[in-house]
Nanobody, 124 residues
């Protein structure tokens, strides 16, 4: 099994930046980690969980975060990051790291493994 743990969330004013980290362990270690598609999702109160960014053989983003967020990964350290710049109040949500063996999946139901989430709050 793959264990995922997010960190780096917090409170920030609109226009500010945060970097989220996701540490993978268990089955997602060593060379195995590089074969996983990694995704970031977010869920605000009363809303569905939505795709934010993905990384497999390339990276892709939700339209709402393009130009502001950047997903990256360090396969040797089995880490995934989400750099969030120019944050807006509508970015406020619990952010989740997820993993799947597939390619270019944006639907949360395609992901097998999930972290516990980290809260991001953007004040206006």
């Amino acid at each position: 099994q793959v264990q995922l743990v997010e960190s780096g969330g917090g409170l920030v004013q609109a226009g500010g930046s945060l970097r989220l980290s996701c540490a993978a362990s268990g089955a997602a270690s060593g060379l195995t980690f590089s074969s996983y598609t990694m995704g970031w999702f977010r869920q605000a109160p009363g809303k569905e969980r939505e795709f934010v960014a993905g990384s497999s053989r390339s990276t892709w983003y939700a339209d709402s975060v393009k130009g502001r967020f950047t997903i990256s990964r360090d396969n040797a350290k089995t880490m995934v990051y989400l750099q969030m710049n120019s944050l807006k109040p509508e970015d406020t949500a619990v952010y989740y790291c997820a993993a799947t063996a597939g390619l270019y999946y944006s639907s949360p139901r395609k992901y097998n493994f999930w972290g516990q989430g980290t809260q991001v709050t953007v004040s206006s």
